[in-house]
């Protein structure tokens, strides 16, 4: 009987120590929440992966990586840093290592490194991203990385063309990508540029035909990348900026070749509600008083329903300045200046003029020029207004 009785109490003991354990693991066990962040590859090419967030009953936070094309035997330092990847800061929780045969690191977490209790809510809204470094001896080399919280992508964006300027072959777009948290990441992305050069680049006020003051400061681009990547969320006045004011906003922007050649600009481009819809209308300008000189004058519809004016004109001689307007009624009847282009440049035989208005502040949008009643006179310079080297009638006056 004793034995008995001892058997029984061994069965009770295991009994309890079983729902112990099973009460512990549902304690631990997702509560099925989770999101999923991208880690693209930077430094190393073919390493990329993902870091997964899940919520636990318990109200800890288990974070796993998975990145794909680690070296095999390789051990991978990984962090939650603060701020944007394309600002940079400061370790903000250190996650376990990552194997680099298998991928995988895994970690359940309450607080942050300095302490400060953390919760999946507060992860998933976090103003930060992760690093996940070569090795712990090579920590500067960054071979994944992946903005996280509020600062991940919503997927939404919009792209505008970097024209070449003074460099032919440099050219190439910068791309906003909103946030969750409304900000945009900036990316600037050009083809040849110059190894080991460093490219200052800004947000202007108004439209390239026009110029204006800086708005906002990109980081450089890296000459050697052709890349630029910045967080947007204040104009460097310091009044909020956000992906939702870009589409409306009035300017352009600039590549220049160095801080110290800021006035040899690379690539450009309008932007905002100065970006061009792709409808266009081009006249032939013909020669008049110099044999030899003619071209084109295209309108370039803008976003906002003005225009871009391109007068193209071929064998200007060099260092000569061409005045140009449209006057009112056809060339034949002849008429007075409705507007005033930007004068033709000898060297480049180009113009360019932001169209909104005629001379007399009357609005004047694309649309009125496809209609107008006008034609257009190219002069040999400002001292010979009355030698027309190029001319085209405009709008209504054409077949």
Do not use: W
């Not at 636990?56 to 944007?84: R, V």
């Not at 909020?240 to 110290?260: C, K, P, R």
């Not at 200046?337 to 169209?355: E, H, Y």
Request: glycine content about 10%; charged content about 15%.
């Amino acid at each position: 009987m004793k034995n008995l009785n001892s058997i029984l109490a061994l069965f009770t003991l295991l009994f309890l120590f079983a729902s112990c354990d099973k009460e512990e693991t549902l304690e631990i066990k997702s509560s099925g929440k989770s999101v999923t962040y991208d880690l693209g590859s930077k430094a190393v090419s073919t390493i990329s992966g993902t870091a997964t967030f899940t919520e636990n009953s318990d109200t800890t936070t288990t974070i796993s990586l998975d990145i794909q094309g680690t070296p095999s035997g390789g051990l991978h330092p990984a962090h939650i840093h603060l701020n944007t990847a394309a600002e940079g800061g400061g370790i903000a929780l250190s996650l376990t290592p990552v194997n680099g045969t298998t991928g995988k690191s895994e970690i359940t977490v309450s607080a942050l490194d300095d302490g400060t209790v953390v919760s999946y809510d507060d992860l998933i809204a976090f103003d930060g991203y992760i690093n996940v470094h070569l090795s712990a001896t090579e920590l500067s080399t960054i071979v994944a990385q992946g903005d996280i919280g509020q600062n991940d992508l919503t997927g939404m964006t919009k792209t505008y063309d970097l024209g070449a300027k003074a460099v032919a072959d440099i050219s190439g777009n910068v791309t906003f990508a909103e946030r969750i948290n409304g900000e945009a990441l900036a990316i600037i992305s050009l083809s040849n540029t110059p190894d080991g050069g460093s490219h200052p680049a800004h947000i202007h006020a108004n439209t390239a035909a026009e110029g204006g003051g800086i708005l906002v400061s990109f980081t450089p681009v890296n000459g050697d990348t052709g890349m630029s990547e910045t967080n947007l969320s204040a104009l460097d006045s310091g009044s909020a900026f956000g992906y939702s004011d870009i589409e409306g906003l009035d300017a352009y922007i600039n590549v220049h070749l160095s801080a110290t050649e800021l006035s040899t600009i690379v690539a450009q481009g309008d932007i905002g509600q100065n970006d061009l819809t792709g409808e266009s209308k081009a006249y032939i300008l013909a020669s008049k008083d110099v044999a030899i000189i003619s071209g084109t004058a295209t309108f370039f519809k803008r976003v906002d329903g003005s225009a871009l004016a391109i007068l193209d004109i071929q064998n200007t001689p060099a260092d000569g300045v061409h005045p140009a307007h449209i006057h009112k009624n056809d060339a034949a009847t002849g008429g007075g200046i409705a507007v005033t282009f930007t004068p033709v440049d000898g060297n480049l035989g180009m113009s360019a003029t932001q169209i909104e208005k005629l001379d007399d502040e009357t609005a004047f949008t694309y649309d009125d020029i496809l209609t107008y009643n006008g034609y257009i006179n190219v002069h040999l310079s400002v001292a010979e207004l009355s030698t027309i080297v190029a001319q085209g009638n405009i709008g209504s006056n054409v077949n």
